[in-house]
């Protein structure tokens, strides 16, 4: 480390000592978006910073129930290490936890120099290079919703939602909220300085949303990932669950992870605007709109990463079931809100709250610059309410079906890293075998006692 990069964490050390921080949790994403960390002694930060943290890159093909997944570079190569190297420049005192600072961290491939392959964040800084080429700048919104969860002991699942009373989109306060579970949320995550917007309840009882600034790419997936860690965090430290899950409950609706999309050109204006185009919208967004449109069963695959995530879709569910788009039309997978001029983007419906933020920015991304390197126009957009199989062909309906769209898909998978897509598809293909092999609770009720 150079004498000014040195200089440069101790001015970080003594305005974290000063305000009374003595740990500095290094944080990373792994594969599914969970929070991986370490903490570290304010006192050690210097040859951390160095040196980097010591990782096994099996991390990466970890599933939730602790086992390893045989991703190629992992155990078949002794189960190397990766080093984790943390970026200062995003620290912040966490609000709830007195005396421990937060930061996040790029990930590197000792044997290489490089980034590692499986590294969320490292891609997303791939695919951005790559726009930065062609003179766009992706700016985005993220949209999170996200159920709240009670214990409920003797039940099958160990939890319940936190409150059933229907009726309350869109409210806030105690008729939906009885413990002020969001308004104490909303408080502490202000103090991440994480661009938090706004809180209400959502369609469903237990089930609300957080929205957050716009902003460049790479500061909206950490801003979304480090949301999604915060709330999961602060529930537990109420006895409860905050879960993310795309479909947690028969009885309920989905979870979102709405992304409202645009770009700056070169002159820092937005590049989606042209009071002359079709709809006032700049042949740039249209062919972003017909680039996600073309790569959406692969972006399924990211976006809706679960097997569970494919129970979210159907008609009459706003959440999208068909590749299409439409002005301010919530039926349609890509929505172009009323706003134009600087405020002119998409709104991708796509994701599920289950998506990792890094993967989900990064493959619209991806598709976009596509469409636009393409040039293609888009179909005529839909009109009137959706969920006509007449007027525009079907997402994927299961997670096979979205892993083989996404294996296929070769211009996608070329801008995404061969390396990242291979670990990527075997880690969530062994997903689904293992669902495949599970008697679940439904086939034991539905059969069990008949036959």
Known sequence: MSAQDLSEV?????????????VVRVTYPDLIGTDRARDVLLEDLPRAVEHGLAFCRAVYHTTPQGDVVPVSGGLDAGLPDVSVQPDLNTLVALPWEP?????????????????????PRDLLHSVLDRC??????????PELEYFLCEPAP????????????????????????????????????????IGVLSGNHEFDGGQFEINLLHSDALSAA???????????????????????????????????????FSCTGPDGRNAFDDPSGAHGLSATARHAVAGVLAHAPALAALLNPTVNSYKRFGPDTLAPWLIDWGMDNRSAMVRIPPERGSGARLELRLGDASANPYLAVAATTAAALLGVLAGEEPPAPLEGYGYDTTRAAMLPTTLPAALDALEA???????????????????????????????????????????
């Open 409 to 451: 898909d070769t211009d996608l998978t070329e801008l995404l890293g061969k390396s990242f897509t291979s670990s990527y598809l075997t880690y969530k293909r062994n997903e689904v075998e293992r669902f495949q092999r599970h008697v679940t609770d439904w086939e034991f009720t539905e059969y069990a006692y008949h036959l």
């Open 154 to 193: 003797g039940t099958a699942a160990g939890w319940r939602r936190y409150d059933t009373t229907g009726g309350v989109v869109y409210t806030a306060g105690l008729r939906a909220d009885p413990d002020n579970h969001l308004l104490r949320t909303l408080r502490h995550v202000r103090g991440l300085g």
């Open 99 to 119: 005396g421990v600072a937060a930061c996040l961290a790029d990930v590197v491939d000792p044997a290489t120099g490089q980034p590692a392959p499986e590294s």
């Open 132 to 141: 930065r080429r062609h003179g766009l700048s992706p700016v985005v919104g």
């Open 222 to 260: 950490d801003r979304a990932f480090r949301l999604k860690a915060a709330v999961k965090e602060l529930a537990r430290r109420e006895g409860r669950l905050a879960t993310f899950m795309a479909k947690p409950f028969n009885d309920a609706g989905g979870s979102g992870f709405h992304l409202h």
């Open 10 to 22: 101790r001015r970080h050390m003594d305005r974290l000592a000063a305000d009374g921080i003595d």
